[in-house]
């Protein structure tokens, strides 16, 4: 089924929003994220971070919300993103999802272009596993980015709430987070016609930026203990329009900010753009 595409008017206004919880991520990271989105969003919006623990991001620039008031599995409270009504706003509203592991390097504008969808994401260009398999022929979105027009989607929140446990059973993340928002998507919109952004504003760090070094063939664990030629040269941006550069993976910008980090290059773009 191909989702139909609405009249609407131009997008004169974004809610960004991140979610931080537990330890991966720190407050210090938030206020990079609103930093590098301020210098590079011109139009008009609100910042948002939803998290367990608001002490140190700075709140004359970011709004501060709650945690979902449930027990939910894994990264399942980034499900509530799709509510009906997510933080009191209404339904002519457009929110734009960021990972907090993301670098701006360009205009973030095009996030308000083709204002007629309700649902655009990033693609997903890594290879599809086995057990991507549910929905992700048609679906092959990359959760990093995306924007949705409030309550467009409910049912992807009112069905994953209604057994949050249940499904984190069918849909287990990677290195041992119980629930994948990313494959819950692909499943609850596996009979919707994905639209993607542009892929050449959203880019991958490890694939894009000529990060790996030679010796990434040897595997991880090489790299881990010092087998690597990531000392010699740098990673790049492409210079190709890019405006995001996804850290998706065990990798964050701070990991190789100054120094290279297993196989993976140290990336100077990082101290340009990933700052406050």
């Given at each position: 089924m191909t989702a139909k595409a609405r009249p609407a008017a131009?997008?004169?206004h974004l809610n960004v929003i991140c979610y931080k919880w537990g330890t991966m991520y720190t407050a210090e990271e938030v206020n990079?994220?609103?930093?590098?989105?301020?210098?590079?969003?011109?139009?008009?919006?609100?910042?948002?971070?939803?998290?367990?623990?608001?002490?140190?991001?700075?709140?004359?620039?970011?709004?501060v919300r709650a945690m979902p008031p449930y027990d939910l599995p894994g990264n399942g409270p980034k499900i509530w993103t799709f509510s009906d009504g997510f933080l009191g706003l209404g339904p002519d509203e457009h929110v734009v999802s960021l990972d907090i592991d993301l670098v701006v390097v360009g205009s973030l504008d095009f996030l308000a272009d083709r204002p007629e969808e309700d649902f655009i994401i990033a693609r997903h260009r890594g290879k599809a596993t086995e057990s991507d398999r549910e929905g992700a022929e048609i679906f092959r979105g990359h959760g990093a980015v995306y924007r949705v027009r409030v309550g467009s989607?409910?049912?992807?929140?009112?069905?994953?709430?209604?057994?949050?446990?249940?499904?984190?059973?069918?849909?287990?993340?990677?290195?041992?987070n119980d629930f994948s928002e990313q494959r819950w998507l692909a499943y609850e919109l596996k009979d919707r016609e994905p639209v993607y952004f542009p892929e050449e504003k959203i880019i991958i760090y490890r694939l894009d930026c000529d990060a790996r070094a030679a010796?990434?063939?040897?595997?991880?664990?090489?790299?881990?203990?010092?087998?690597?030629?990531?000392?010699?040269?740098?990673?790049?941006?492409?210079?190709k329009g890019e405006a995001i550069v996804s850290f998706a993976g065990k990798v964050n910008p701070r990991d190789v900010r100054d120094r290279h980090c297993?196989?993976?290059?140290?990336?100077?773009?990082?101290?340009e753009h990933w700052r406050l």
């Open positions: 131009p997008v004169t990079i994220l609103r930093a590098m989105v301020k210098r590079n969003l011109s139009l008009p919006h609100r910042f948002f971070c939803i998290t367990d623990d608001a002490t140190g991001i700075d709140e004359s620039e970011v709004e989607l409910r049912q992807v929140w009112d069905d994953f709430i209604a057994d949050p446990f249940g499904h984190s059973d069918k849909f287990p993340g990677l290195n041992g010796s990434y063939k040897l595997g991880r664990l090489a790299g881990d203990i010092g087998l690597t030629t990531a000392w010699f040269g740098k990673a790049r941006l492409p210079g297993g196989h993976l290059k140290q990336a100077p773009f990082v101290a």
